[in-house]
Structure formats: structure tokens, C-alpha cells
């Protein structure tokens, strides 16, 4: 079992930033990988970070070049760095961890925190 927890939403103005944070707790020795995604209100969970296998990160063409993701080993921490916000952007964001390949798909995950949310105002 990985307990997530994320932290760091709230509200900004477009063009903003905000960094999410999601500690994991519990099997973190267990090798896993982690990814980020969100949802929209009336819209599906969707993929938005991810680190592979290879520990090549990925991210949706959506966010490419405006959001980075990193870890913090020794904390047991990731992050999610969120930069030049748009009001698009607003959805409730979740960290989530899988031992399965296949990055992209939110059904590969096993683990998921309560979730963050993250309003961008325009």
C-alpha cells in the first residue's frame, strides 16, 4: 500500500504559478512510478505528467513546455511545477503511482491521493 498525499492548490490569476506537492508514505521502497493527472468538473480524468521506466518524463501536449515534474527521493516527495497557468487549466490534479507499464492510461495506476484543486481565474 502507497498512501499519496497532495498538497499546494488554490487560486491564481492566468499566467500564474503554483507547485503541487504529493509525499508518499507507506511501500515507498516498493519501485514504482509516479504520474500526475486531472480533472475537470463534467470531464474525464485526464493524464497530464508522468515518469516512465526509463525515467523519461512525459507530459501532455496540453501542459508540454509549461509544467515540470520532479521527485525529491530522499523525502519521499514529487512535484509538480505548474507555470504560465490558463483558466484551462483548472481541474482537481491527483498523483498517482503504477508498477504496470503504460503511463498514459489512469487505469494502470494503483495508487491515488485525494486529490488537489487548482483554480485558474482569467
Known amino acids: 500500500q502507497v498512501y499519496l498525499v497532495e498538497s499546494g492548490g488554490g487560486l491564481v490569476p492566468a499566467g500564474g504559478s503554483l507547485r503541487l506537492s504529493c509525499a508518499a508514505s507507506?511501500?515507498?521502497?516498493?519501485?514504482?512510478?509516479l504520474g500526475w493527472f486531472r480533472q475537470a468538473p463534467g470531464k474525464e480524468r485526464e493524464f497530464v505528467a508522468a515518469?516512465?521506466?526509463?525515467?523519461?518524463?512525459d507530459y501532455a501536449d496540453s501542459v508540454k513546455g509549461r509544467f515540470t515534474i520532479s521527485s525529491d527521493n530522499a523525502k519521499n516527495t514529487h512535484y509538480l511545477q505548474m507555470n504560465s497557468l490558463k483558466p484551462e487549466d483548472t481541474a482537481v490534479y491527483y498523483c498517482?503511482?503504477?508498477?504496470?507499464?503504460?503511463?498514459?492510461?489512469?487505469?494502470?495506476?494503483?495508487?491515488w491521493g485525494q486529490g488537489t484543486q487548482v483554480t485558474v481565474s482569467s
Open positions: 515518469i516512465s521506466w526509463s525515467n523519461r518524463f
Open positions: 498517482a503511482t503504477r508498477t504496470r507499464p503504460g503511463l498514459y492510461a489512469a487505469a494502470n495506476y494503483d495508487y
Open positions: 507507506g511501500r515507498t521502497y516498493s519501485s514504482y512510478r
